[in-house]
């Protein structure tokens, strides 16, 4: 993939390099250097992870306000969810963006889900993304929704609000609206939708 990674007007590449079995690197080739973020992505059997495509670059986007696009690298991809992450350069760094707080360690998000449980992940306006998560347990949906402002290479949490219902109704009447899934609201541009 290419676009503008470092802030500098100019095209750079960026793809994702197999290290060894379950280890891969993000790389951003710039004009001057190759910056390099290493990826670790759930690797139960190492011989299947890169066969199924895991992990790749699927968009760049500008998440924060600095200038260039922040590489969205799919980590991996079950039957209704996947996993996503951010990268930024920063200098001569390329830095997983944090998720503050998160109880995953990993700083990924989890996107998706089925009939029970799903979230919505998106963005709400730039540099703000909303969460809407939900889940049906004991005759009951609770419902959890929050807001998140970018901040340089952070998702800071800025609002949270949850509740249960008996029904779960139209999301669109239900705080933060998140119209869409999967970061598609944010700009930039994507080579797939997971």
């Given at each position: 993939?290419?676009?503008?990674?470092?802030?500098?007007?100019?095209?750079?590449?960026?793809?994702?390099?197999?290290?060894?079995?379950?280890?891969?690197?993000?790389?951003?080739?710039?004009?001057?250097?190759?910056?390099?973020?290493?990826?670790?992505?759930?690797?139960?059997?190492?011989?299947?992870?890169?066969?199924?495509?895991?992990?790749?670059?699927?968009?760049?986007?500008?998440?924060?306000r600095a200038r260039g696009f922040e590489p969205e690298v799919l980590m991996w991809h079950g039957a209704s969810n996947y996993g996503l992450r951010f990268f930024a350069a920063r200098g001569r760094r390329l830095l997983p963006m944090r998720i503050d707080p998160e109880l995953n360690p990993r700083n990924e998000w989890n996107v998706g889900g089925f009939a029970m449980a799903f979230s919505l992940h998106n963005c709400l306006r730039p540099h703000v993304v909303g969460v809407l998560q939900a889940g049906y347990f004991r005759r009951r949906w609770s419902i959890i929704g929050e807001t998140y402002r970018v901040e340089d290479s952070r998702f800071v949490r800025t609002a949270i609000?949850?509740?249960?219902?008996?029904?779960?109704?139209?999301?669109?009447?239900?705080?933060?609206?998140?119209r869409s899934d999967g970061f598609d609201r944010c700009g930039g541009f994507a080579r797939e939708r997971p």
């Open positions: 993939m290419f676009g503008d990674v470092d802030g500098d007007g100019r095209s750079d590449r960026v793809w994702v390099r197999r290290v060894g079995p379950c280890r891969f690197a993000l790389v951003v080739r710039t004009g001057q250097r190759d910056l390099e973020a290493s990826l670790r992505p759930w690797c139960d059997k190492p011989s299947e992870v890169w066969p199924q495509g895991f992990p790749r670059v699927i968009a760049l986007r500008p998440m924060n609000r949850s509740r249960k219902v008996r029904r779960l109704g139209e999301t669109s009447s239900i705080w933060p609206n998140v």
